[in-house]
C-alpha cells in the first residue's frame, strides 16, 4: 500500500463560521483571518494505492459550478486533482473508488462533472464505484432546511443515475472494522449525519482522515466546533473520544481542510488534548 496527498483546490470561508461561539481574538491566532474575516482552507484528498485498488478519499468541489457559486468561496492557489493526481503518475481514469465521507459539496462536488455537451451530468471517474452508506444517502437527499445549501442534487443524484453508488456498512455503535476497502471506519454524527471518518493501517501506522470532524490545527479544543455542525453538542462528544483516542495510541490526523498544516499528532495535556507534532505528508508516508 501506497498513501499520497491530493489537493483538490484551496478556498476560504468565514473564519466566524468555522469556529462557532469562539471569539476571533482566540481562533485568529492559529487561524488569522483577512480583512474580510475569511481564513484560508484547502480540500486535501487522499489517495490509496492497494494492489489493483487505487482509492480517492473525497474529491474536492469540483468546477461545474458558476462563477458566482465559487465566488462565494474566493478560491486561491494553482491546485487541482488532475494536476495532483499527474505528479504522482496517476489519472482520474485510473481511480477504481471514490469513498465520500459526506456529501456536502466541498467533499463530494468533484465526483461530477458536466458532459462533452453539457447537456447533463456524468461521472467524473468512469471507472470508479462511489461509496457513502445508506443513513447519510438519505439524509443527503432529503435534506433539512439548513443544510440543504450543502447539499446540491447536481453532486449527487447523478452518482446514483450511474449505476456505480455503492454503500457501506453501518456499525451498531461508531467504528466499523474492515469495511469494503479494508480500512476501518470511524462514524460521526455531530456535523451531519453519519459522516465517515476513514483510520488506514498503514506501515504500522493509524493514519486518519478527518474530514469535518477536526478541519483544521486550529479546531483541537473541544469547544472550537463548526457553526456549520448539525448537533454541535454530539460533536463535543464524538471530538473528545476520537482524540483521547488519537493521544493514546499515536494516531496521524490527516486534515482536510487545514491550508498549512497536512498531518499532526496530539497529546494529553492538562488543558486536554493537544497539538504535539506538525508533519508533512510525505515524513508519514515515507
Known amino acids: 500500500m501506497t498513501l499520497y496527498p491530493i489537493n483538490s483546490g484551496n478556498f476560504k470561508l468565514d473564519g466566524g463560521a468555522m469556529f462557532g461561539v ?3 481574538s482566540l ?17 486535501r484528498c487522499l489517495l490509496i494505492e492497494d494492489g489493483n485498488r487505487l ?29 495532483s493526481l499527474e505528479k504522482h503518475g496517476f489519472h482520474r481514469d485510473d481511480i477504481t473508488d471514490v469513498f465520500l465521507t459526506h456529501l456536502h459539496f466541498d467533499h463530494c462536488g468533484g465526483a461530477i462533472q458536466w458532459n462533452k455537451d453539457r447537456t447533463g451530468y456524468e461521472p467524473a471517474f468512469k471507472n470508479a464505484d462511489f461509496w457513502s452508506n445508506k443513513d447519510h444517502w438519505d439524509w443527503a437527499v432529503n435534506p433539512n432546511a439548513r443544510e440543504k445549501a450543502s447539499f446540491l442534487k447536481e453532486n449527487i443524484l447523478p452518482i446514483e443515475e450511474s449505476g456505480r453508488l455503492k ?12 469495511s469494503a476497502l479494508d480500512f476501518d471506519v470511524f462514524f460521526a454524527d455531530g456535523h451531519t449525519d453519519k459522516q465517515m471518518i476513514p483510520m488506514i493501517n498503514y506501515k504500522g501506522k493509524t493514519i486518519c482522515f478527518m474530514a469535518d470532524l ?3 490545527a486550529g479546531h483541537l479544543p473541544l469547544p ?19 482524540l483521547n483516542m488519537a493521544a493514546d495510541n ?6 482536510e481542510h487545514d491550508a498549512y498544516n497536512e498531518v499532526i499528532t ?8 493537544r497539538l504535539d507534532q506538525v508533519l508533512s505528508a510525505n515524513e508519514v508516508f515515507n
Open 250 to 255: 499515536g494516531f496521524y490526523l490527516f486534515l
Open 22 to 24: 469562539v471569539p476571533k
Open 27 to 43: 481562533w485568529s491566532r492559529t487561524n488569522p483571518a483577512d480583512e474580510n474575516n475569511m481564513i484560508d482552507l484547502t480540500a
Open 214 to 216: 477536526l478541519p483544521t
Open 55 to 83: 482509492i480517492l478519499i473525497d474529491t474536492g468541489m469540483g468546477n461545474k459550478q458558476s462563477d458566482k457559486f465559487f465566488g462565494y468561496y474566493y478560491m486561491w492557489g494553482n491546485d487541482s486533482i488532475d494536476s
Open 167 to 178: 454503500f457501506t456498512d453501518i456499525p451498531k455503535g461508531d467504528m466499523l472494522k474492515n
Open 266 to 273: 496530539v497529546k494529553h495535556t492538562e488543558k486536554g488534548v
Open 224 to 242: 472550537y466546533v463548526m457553526s456549520y455542525d448539525m448537533r454541535p453538542l454530539l460533536t463535543l462528544n464524538e471530538k473528545e473520544k476520537f
